[in-house]
C-alpha cells in the first residue's frame, strides 16, 4: 500500500510525476514547439468521482506549472448514455477544484464532419472497409490472445464499393448492426487493437448535440485521436487501460493528414480502499436508492465531497500527494482524509456542540445568572477574532465524557472528580441523579469560581482533564449527520461469484442525531465556513437540507 507520505519537516515534497520529465524534456527538445497543451476528456455519462479529480488535478496542474493550457473537451461519442445534466455537473465540478479552461470548452460532436470526411479519406485511400459481419461474427474473426484473427470476408471490397456502402450507412439505408467501418490494419497483430478495429458503427439514436444529423457515429479509440489532434494537443493523458489502444491512436495522426501530432501518455488510475471508483456502479447506487443520490456526501463523486465538506484545496493536496505513476496501486483512504483534515485545521471556525447532551445542575452558581464567556475563532488565527457564548446554573455536557464507575484509562468526569470546562470553570461532580428506571437524569455539581482563564482550583490544582460543554438554557438545537465508511470492507469489488459489489455496503454508513446542542453563535453558522466541534470532528452545514431556523451539519472528518 502507497503510504503516499510526504512529509519531511514543514517542506512539503511532491511526489514524483513521471509527466513532468517527459513534459521538460519535450520543451527542452522544442518537441511540439515549446507549447504544454493538455485536456480532460470526460464522457458525459455519470458525475465525476475522486478518480476524476486526480486526472483533472493533473492534466490542469501541468498546464498550468508549465505556462500552457488544459481543454475540457466532452467525449459524447456515445448517443445513448449522454445527459446535458452530467455536463453541467462536470462543468460545476472542474471550477470547484480550482480549474479554468478559460475558452477551450469542446466536444468530439463539434469534430463530427471533419472525422466523417477524414474516415472517407481512409476509404479512399485503401485503408478502411465496410465490413458486414455482425457481432457474434465480429468477435468470431477477431480472435483472442491466444488465436489470431481472420480477415473478414468484405475485407477486399473495393474503394467504389466501399464508399457507396459508407455513404449509405451515413443516410440510414441500413438497419443498427448491418454492417460497420474498420480500420484495414493486420488481422494478426498481436495486438487485439490493431485487428482491423471499429472506426464507425451505426446507431439510430438522436444525439444531445447534434440531434438528428447523424446516424453513425465514430468510435471512441478513434475520434480521440482525431480530436487531440484538431485542438492541437501536445501531451494526451490517459490511464492505463489505453496503454495497448496507443499504436491505433499512433496509426490515426500516422495515417491522415491532422493538423498536430499529439502524443498520449498512460498513468496508473487511482484506486482508493473502502470505495468502489467507476460511474457505472455508483450510478448503481443511485439508481437502486442505495444513496440518496450523487452528492449523498458518502459518495466518492467530487459533488458528493464537496457537499459532504471536502475543500477543494485538500483534494488538490491529495492529489500532489499521491503522485502519478505507471505502476497500479491502492490508496488508503486515510491519506485523503489526513489530507482533508490538514486543510480543515487550517481554516475551521472552532465551536463548542454538544451531540449526546447530559444534563450538569451547577449547584452553586446564582440561578439566572448569565455570564459572557469568550474563546478564540481560531486558535492561531487571532485575526478572526473572539466568539462569546454563556456561562449558566444548567448546562450539557456529552454522556461519553461521564462514566460513574470510571475505568482505569478514563481521566474524566465522575463521582467526586474535578474537570475543566474547555473555555469555561473547574466543576467537581457531587452527585448523580437517576430516574426511576435507574437511567442518570442529571448530574450534581460545583464549580469553582476562580478557575476562569486557565487558573488552578482555589486550593492550588491544575485540572488536566478538560471537556466541552454548552449552557442548556443559552443555545441552538441541530440536527447532526454523522458519517462512516460507505464499504464496510477495504476492497468492495472483492466478491464471491454470485454476490456484488453492493453487499458490501456498510448498513451503518450513516447516523441520525436530531437534536444536537450547540453554542449560540451557530445560529448564524454560514455556508460559507467549516466548523471544528471542538473535541470532535469538522463539520458544515449541509447545503442541501439546512436552512435558517432548522440547522442540518454533516460531520466532514473526526478530529
Ligand atoms: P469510469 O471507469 O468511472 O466510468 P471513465 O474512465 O470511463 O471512468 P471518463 O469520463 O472516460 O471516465 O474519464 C475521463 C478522464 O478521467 C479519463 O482521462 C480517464 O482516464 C480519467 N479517469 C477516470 N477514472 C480515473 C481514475 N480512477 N483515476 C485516474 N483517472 C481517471
Ligand atoms: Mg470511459
Redesign the pocket.
Known amino acids: 500500500m502507497n503510504s503516499g507520505n510526504s512529509k519531511k519537516g514543514n517542506v512539503e515534497i511532491e511526489a514524483p510525476n513521471f509527466l513532468k520529465q517527459i513534459i521538460e524534456k519535450d520543451i527542452a527538445n522544442n518537441t511540439h514547439q515549446g507549447r504544454v497543451v493538455t485536456r480532460?476528456?470526460?464522457?458525459?455519462?455519470?458525475y465525476?468521482?475522486?478518480?476524476?479529480a486526480?486526472?483533472?488535478c493533473?492534466n490542469f496542474g501541468l498546464a498550468q506549472e508549465y505556462k500552457g493550457r488544459c481543454h475540457l473537451r466532452f467525449?459524447d461519442t456515445n448517443p445513448e448514455t449522454e445527459e446535458t445534466e452530467y455536463i453541467e455537473s462536470i462543468k460545476e465540478d472542474v471550477r470547484w477544484l480550482g480549474f479554468d479552461w478559460a475558452n477551450h470548452m469542446y466536444y468530439a460532436s463539434d469534430y463530427f464532419d471533419q472525422i466523417y470526411l477524414w474516415a472517407e479519406q481512409l476509404i479512399k485511400e485503401g485503408k478502411a472497409y465496410v465490413c458486414s459481419l455482425n457481432e457474434e461474427e465480429l468477435r468470431e474473426y477477431r480472435g483472442d490472445f491466444n488465436k489470431p484473427g481472420k480477415d473478414s470476408p468484405y475485407r477486399q471490397r473495393s474503394v467504389e464499393e466501399n464508399l457507396e456502402l459508407f455513404r449509405k450507412m451515413k443516410n440510414g439505408e441500413f438497419a443498427e448492426g448491418a454492417c460497420t467501418l474498420r480500420a484495414k490494419i493486420d488481422m494478426k497483430s498481436p495486438n487485439m487493437n490493431m485487428r482491423d478495429p471499429l472506426l464507425y458503427r451505426i446507431k439510430k439514436v438522436p444525439h444531445h448535440r447534434t440531434g438528428d444529423k447523424w446516424c453513425i457515429y465514430p468510435m471512441y479509440d478513434f475520434a480521440h485521436p482525431l480530436s487531440d489532434a484538431i485542438e492541437k494537443i501536445t501531451h494526451s493523458?490517459?490511464?492505463l487501460e489505453?496503454q495497448d489502444h496507443r499504436p491505433f491512436y499512433d496509426w490515426s495522426i500516422e495515417n491522415l493528414p491532422v493538423p498536430a501530432q499529439p502524443k498520449q501518455y498512460e498513468?496508473?488510475?487511482?484506486?482508493m480502499t473502502y470505495l468502489v471508483?467507476?460511474?457505472?456502479k455508483?450510478l448503481q447506487l443511485v439508481k437502486e436508492g442505495l444513496v440518496s443520490g450523487w452528492d449523498d456526501p458518502r459518495m466518492p463523486t467530487i459533488s458528493g465531497m464537496r457537499r459532504r465538506g471536502y475543500t477543494p484545496e485538500s483534494l488538490r493536496l491529495f492529489a500532489k500527494r499521491i503522485g502519478v505513476a505507471k505502476a497500479e496501486s491502492l490508496i488508503d483512504f486515510e491519506i485523503l482524509e489526513a489530507c482533508v483534515k490538514e486543510d480543515l485545521d487550517q481554516v475551521s471556525h472552532r465551536a463548542m456542540a454538544v451531540l449526546n447532551p447530559l444534563k450538569i445542575v451547577i449547584t452553586n452558581y446564582p440561578e439566572n445568572k448569565k455570564e459572557e464567556l469568550h474563546a478564540s475563532v481560531h486558535p492561531k488565527k487571532e485575526d478572526l477574532g473572539k466568539r462569546s457564548f454563556f456561562f449558566t446554573k444548567e448546562i450539557f455536557i456529552d454522556k461519553s465524557d461521564f462514566m460513574e464507575d470510571p475505568t482505569e484509562d478514563f481521566f474524566r468526569l465522575a463521582p467526586g472528580r474535578q474537570v475543566r470546562l474547555r473555555n469555561g470553570y473547574v466543576i467537581k461532580c457531587d452527585e448523580v441523579v437517576k430516574d426511576s428506571q435507574g437511567e442518570i437524569k442529571e448530574l450534581k455539581c460545583s464549580y469553582d469560581p476562580v478557575t476562569l482563564g486557565g487558573k488552578p482550583t482555589a486550593d492550588g490544582k491544575k485540572i488536566k482533564a478538560i471537556i466541552h460543554w454548552v449552557s442548556a438554557t443559552e443555545n441552538v438545537s441541530a440536527e447532526i449527520r454523522l458519517y462512516g465508511r460507505l464499504f464496510q470492507v477495504a476492497d468492495p469489488e472483492n466478491v464471491p461469484t454470485g454476490k456484488d459489489f453492493k453487499s458490501n455496503l456498510n448498513p451503518n454508513s450513516l447516523k441520525v442525531i436530531k437534536q444536537a446542542k450547540l453554542e449560540p453563535a451557530m445560529m448564524n453558522a454560514s455556508q460559507s465556513y467549516k466548523y471544528q466541534f471542538e473535541r470532535t470532528g469538522y463539520f458544515c452545514l449541509d447545503s442541501k437540507d439546512s436552512q435558517p431556523g432548522k440547522l442540518v451539519f454533516n460531520m466532514i472528518v473526526d478530529l
Open positions: 480532460f476528456p470526460p464522457e458525459p455519462n455519470g465525476l468521482h475522486l478518480g476524476h486526480k486526472s483533472i493533473l467525449d493523458i490517459c490511464t489505453f498513468f496508473a488510475r487511482l484506486n471508483m467507476s460511474k457505472r455508483l
